[in-house]
Nanobody, 124 residues
């Protein structure tokens, strides 16, 4: 079992920066890929970014490329999402997810464990 706890969400102005954190426990953190997903009001949960077990490979959805950065600290069992220049359309509940293996995925089905989510609201 893996437990994931997100933090760092809140209200931010467009153009400012925000860093989300996801602390993991319960299994060897460095052995599995991690990801961030988000769910806006009235919409389905969508992929945002993923990072390989080593941190050497990352991938992003097109709408956040160049603005968001996913990173991880395996010594601290934590994965981060750095949100640079967020926009109002980035407003959503952000979820951290852990894969069942070292393989990263763009799909929810590739992730076995989920956090409870943290709300991010971007104002104009």
């Amino acid at each position: 079992q893996v437990q994931l706890v997100e933090s760092g969400g809140g209200l931010v102005q467009a153009g400012d920066s925000l860093r989300l954190s996801c602390a993991a426990s319960g299994r060897t953190f460095s052995s599995y890929a991690m990801a961030w997903f988000r769910q806006a009001p009235g919409k389905e949960r969508d992929f945002v970014a993923t990072i390989s077990w080593s941190g050497g490979r990352t991938a992003y959805t097109d709408s956040v490329k160049g603005r968001f950065t996913i990173s991880r600290d395996n010594a601290e069992n934590t994965v981060y999402l750095h949100m640079h220049s967020p926009r109002p359309e980035d407003t959503a509940v952000y979820y951290c997810a852990a894969a069942a293996s070292s393989t990263a995925s763009y799909s929810e089905s590739g992730y076995a464990y989920w956090g409870q989510g943290t709300q991010v609201t971007v104002s104009t």
